[in-house]
């Protein structure tokens, strides 16, 4: 699927009134005039929400002005020009951003990326960006001597993948080197312990895409959360 090209159908979770539009703005949002980079894939981009993502629920809600760079099926690792980090430095350097929120894409797990390890060091020239850890290592190192702002990550909420559920382990592993912040869905009961109905209402059986409902209702409220945490303190 090309990225832009709209798949929300009949979905239920993906009716008008989940809809961004139909969000009121909290004017008191900590998060108001914000702006912040989100770097990722189809779930950054809203694949299976009809191009809408949490990003655009933090900009309705929260007054976030959000730099959404996400091209579907894309992966951390360098793989060609589209792949995380090549999007990345094409970014504008000059950019004055207050954060910078990258997806743990699971493009990586479903073609086998190798995890790779953890670097002693934190020059860049020794990450390997061929590996999981090597590219988000180099996202992280990147973004922050950039544009100088709080790094996060997210990971996708839970799904069978014992290949990404590795790769969860070696971001908190990056986590602890690095000091950045990780907004992490994969281990937390609570979301992952809803209904088989809202599930239903909230993300696609593939357990990957959330739906506008998943976004806005699931997802949101864990995204406010984390940035507020850090965002209100600067």
Not at 72 to 95: F, H, K, Q, V, W
Request: glycine content about 10%; proline content about 5%.
């Amino acid at each position: 699927m090309k990225d832009g090209e709209r798949t929300a159908g009949g979905h239920p979770g993906n009716g008008a009134a989940y809809a961004a539009e139909a969000v009121s703005l909290r004017p008191d949002s900590p998060l108001r005039g914000k702006r912040i980079i989100f770097l990722g894939s189809s779930v950054t981009f809203g694949q299976s929400a009809g191009g809408v993502s949490f990003v655009e629920y933090l900009a309705a809600r929260d007054g976030v002005i959000p730099v959404k760079e996400a091209v579907s099926g894309t992966t951390l690792a360098t793989l060609d020009r589209n792949s995380y980090i090549p999007r990345m430095e094409r970014l504008d350097r000059d950019l004055r951003a207050d954060a910078f929120v990258c997806q743990l894409s699971t493009n990586d797990a479903t073609r086998g990326i190798p995890l790779g390890e953890v670097s002693p060091g934190r020059d860049r020239a020794g990450f390997d960006r061929d590996t999981v850890a090597g590219a988000v290592e180099t996202i992280v190192s990147y973004a922050a001597e950039t544009w100088r702002c709080p790094v996060f990550f997210y990971t996708g909420t839970r799904y069978d993948s014992g290949a990404y559920a590795r790769m969860v382990a070696l971001l908190l592993r990056i986590r602890d080197k690095w000091g950045i912040t990780v907004i992490d869905l994969w281990n937390d009961d609570e979301l992952n312990g809803i209904s088989d109905e809202r599930r239903a209402l909230y993300i696609l059986p593939d357990g990957v895409h959330p739906t506008m409902a998943g976004y806005r209702d699931w997802w949101l409220p864990k995204f406010e959360t984390a940035l507020e945490a850090v965002l209100k303190r600067d």
